[in-house]
């Protein structure tokens, strides 16, 4: 599952294979407290090669998983930054969408204290048909909320009325670009020692030469990050938190004019946003999200333009914005 993306050497038919994965970020909901007639409840859907991973599942968050019209698999696990309405009011709707795909491994959920009772109630009140396993997961920030093949995601504490989580996914550092004019010079044939030393390992010439993968290979390549962070009050210590992140997706619920309401209220500010990006050094983009109500679609234009003036690489996001994140290097 690791092979993709082939590359053609040359003129030859031995390709090179390459670690690269897809990883894309999807907005559900964009929006905060209540939604209107075209902004879901904040929710975004990471997918990463063929896993989906859902952050927060907010009113309609099953309504943009089908109009997206992504090829449906099954979500591996959902991460939930807090228990208020506005961020899980969708996810009885996501368990009972997931019955609709076989599936053999459980479906994980993470989140504050509350996320076990409010599961657990909604599905024995409701009468849901549930074909799988589901296995909540209560867990105190900060700390390693998932560990998967080559990345892992941290959920860190935000400040809010209640307890909120922010999360960020991190892929491990990929092995260095490989240089087939080097091992050709080193006399190693095209065929199968390029795989070998594509792995790290070491072969042996006919000659009696050995030669090592580092000969052939680049430095070691920085895996991507994606960050998600809402509902909090702005404070410094998130900027370290987010450090490098490829995508930060950052709640920007009110104009700057309105810091002291966002404040007493404790949600932040789009230029509040931009100086947690600006300010963690390497945040490639930020993505606004979960919008305040009184913005209608026009308005978030002044949003943007305040998180712009002070972190260029900023965009709005919609409800089913697709957000690839790309390798550096
Ligand atoms: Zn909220
Ligand atoms: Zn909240």
Redesign the pocket.
């Known amino acids: 599952m690791f092979h993709k993306d082939l590359v053609i050497v040359k003129a030859c038919d031995f390709r090179i294979y390459s670690l690269d994965m897809n990883l894309e970020a999807f907005v559900l909901g964009s929006g905060?407290?209540m939604p209107l007639p075209h902004r879901h409840?904040?929710s975004v859907l990471l997918r990463r090669e063929g896993e989906l991973f859902l952050f927060d599942g907010?009113e309609g968050t099953q309504v943009s998983i089908r109009r997206l019209n992504l090829r449906w698999k099954k979500i591996t696990a959902i991460f939930v930054?807090?228990m208020?309405a506005?961020?899980v009011t969708g996810l009885p709707g996501i368990l009972m969408l997931s019955s609709q795909v076989d599936r053999d491994e459980p479906l994980t959920i993470v989140g504050p204290r509350g996320i076990a009772d409010y599961i657990e109630s909604s599905r024995r009140s409701l009468d849901m048909y549930i074909n799988y396993e589901i296995v909540v997961r209560e867990v105190q920030a900060p700390c390693v909320v998932w560990e998967g093949e080559g990345f892992k995601v941290r959920a860190f504490p935000l400040k809010h009325t209640k307890t909120c989580y922010g999360y960020a996914m991190e892929e491990e550092p990929r092995p260095g670009a490989f240089h087939p004019e080097v091992a050709l010079d080193l006399g190693v044939p095209r065929g199968p020692l390029w795989s070998e030393l594509q792995a790290g390992k070491e072969v042996s010439l006919p000659d009696g030469r050995v030669i090592a993968g580092a000969q052939v290979m680049g430095p070691p390549r920085s895996g991507r990050k994606f960050s998600y962070v809402?509902?909090s009050l702005y404070f410094p210590e998130i900027a370290a938190e987010v450090a490098g992140s490829d995508l930060l997706v950052c709640?920007g619920?009110f104009e700057g004019a309105l810091e002291s309401s966002a404040v007493e209220k404790k949600?932040m500010t789009a230029p509040q946003a931009a100086r947690i990006a600006r300010d963690a050094g390497g945040v490639r983009k930020l993505a606004l999200i979960?919008y305040s109500p009184r913005y209608a679609d026009r308005d978030l234009k002044i949003l943007l333009e305040e998180a712009r003036a002070i972190f260029p690489d900023t965009v709005l996001s919609r409800d089913r914005l697709a957000l690839p994140i790309e390798y550096v290097d």
């Open positions: 905060g407290m409840l904040t907010g930054s807090h208020h506005d961020h809402t509902d709640e619920m949600h979960h």
